[in-house]
């Protein structure tokens, strides 16, 4: 406790200031209510947009690689460019929404299943091609018995 005129140190149970004679008034400590505004999770909309451009990635994926055999590196092109940027944006949404203090799972999932997509196409382009190359192989086949 401190003397409020002259800023000397007091104990307790003084009720006088020993060095300039004034009387010592009991104070009450002052309470701040601070008003904070609510926290937003600002990763929370690229978390939104990871989760449906994975969710868009892995359809267009998988119709375009079952489809288009012939053509599927092409057409197998554009699903894994929007599989990168949902991975993208899925980890931009992680770290925004841990620095903001929450948890995103849009975010998280966007991630899996934008790696699941790239899987899922580089699969389908695999048993494309095995189809083509088996496909290739009967025709020779056929042809060469004609």
């Known amino acids: 406790m401190k003397c409020q005129y002259c800023d000397t140190e007091l104990f307790e149970s003084e009720t006088v200031c020993p060095r300039c004679g004034m009387a010592?008034?009991?104070?009450?400590?002052?309470?701040?209510?601070?008003?904070?505004?609510?926290?937003?999770?600002?990763?929370?909309?690229?978390g939104i947009i990871s989760l449906a451009l994975s969710i868009i990635s892995i359809v267009f994926g998988t119709l375009f690689g079952c489809c288009c055999n012939?053509?599927?590196?092409?057409?197998?092109?554009?699903p894994t460019i929007i599989a990168i940027a949902g991975i993208a944006l899925g980890v931009i949404?992680?770290?925004?929404?841990?620095?903001?203090?929450?948890?995103?799972?849009?975010g998280t999932i966007g991630i899996i299943l934008s790696i699941t997509s790239i899987i899922l196409m580089i699969v389908l382009f695999i048993v494309s091609v095995?189809?083509?190359?088996?496909?290739?192989?009967?025709?020779?086949?056929?042809?060469?018995?004609?």
Request: hydrophobic share 45%; aromatic share 14%; with cysteine.
């Open 93 to 106: 949404s992680v770290i925004l929404s841990k620095k903001s203090g929450f948890k995103n799972i849009f």
């Open 130 to 146: 095995i189809i083509a190359i088996i496909g290739n192989v009967f025709n020779l086949v056929m042809l060469y018995n004609y």
């Open 70 to 78: 012939c053509y599927s590196l092409i057409f197998n092109f554009i």
């Open 24 to 46: 010592v008034e009991e104070t009450q400590p002052t309470v701040e209510i601070v008003n904070e505004a609510p926290k937003k999770d600002k990763g929370k909309i690229f």
